[in-house]
């Protein structure tokens, strides 16, 4: 199975406004701690506002939050919902693809496949992804909130 980019930098997205709680988070940030292009993640963080995973600010001083709990938010989900599509070969994602369709085993193992991959991203939430915490602070340069600090 392999994602397409615009699913990985939307998991980006959400993992860096989960870390920030509800601090506001900017495209520019994120384009540059992961180098990624400002027009994607403008793309991605619009799709994601108008999928429920975060709310906008517009202004001077906007940026983007986690719009529900890193706990609400199933990654299974996620993936579900930012790939156009999860197929891994064209007849799985159309009928009529080729002649032996009706009768193929292969069809059927790789649409398991892929409901099994999917099975498993079910079990995680954005919570489960950022709960490394304070590595991932100091990796991605965050300040380490001070609930870490004490520790």
């Known amino acids: 199975m392999r994602l397409t980019l615009h699913a990985d930098y939307s998991l980006r997205v959400l993992m ?9 988070s900017t ?12 027009s994607h993640v403008m793309k991605v963080v619009h799709e994601l ?8 600010v517009q202004g001077k001083n906007g940026g983007f939050r986690l719009l529900r709990k890193p706990n609400q938010i199933n990654i299974g989900a996620v993936i579900r919902d930012t790939e156009q599509e999860l197929g891994v070969i064209g007849c799985l994602q159309q009928g009529n693809y080729c002649r032996i369709q009706p009768a193929c085993v292969l069809r059927k193992a790789l649409a398991e496949a892929m409901q099994a991959f999917l099975a498993v991203l079910d079990d995680y939430s954005l ?7 304070r590595p991932l602070y100091k990796l991605l ?5 001070t609930a870490f600090n004490r520790a």
Request: hydrophobic share 35%; net charge negative; charged share 30%.
């Open 16 to 24: 860096y406004a989960g870390l920030k709680g509800d601090e506001l």
């Open 141 to 145: 340069d965050l300040d380490v909130p």
């Open 27 to 38: 495209i520019a940030e994120i384009s540059e701690c992961f180098d990624i292009s400002k």
């Open 127 to 133: 919570e489960d992804l950022i709960r490394p915490g």
């Open 49 to 56: 506002g108008q999928l429920g995973y975060i709310e906008t």
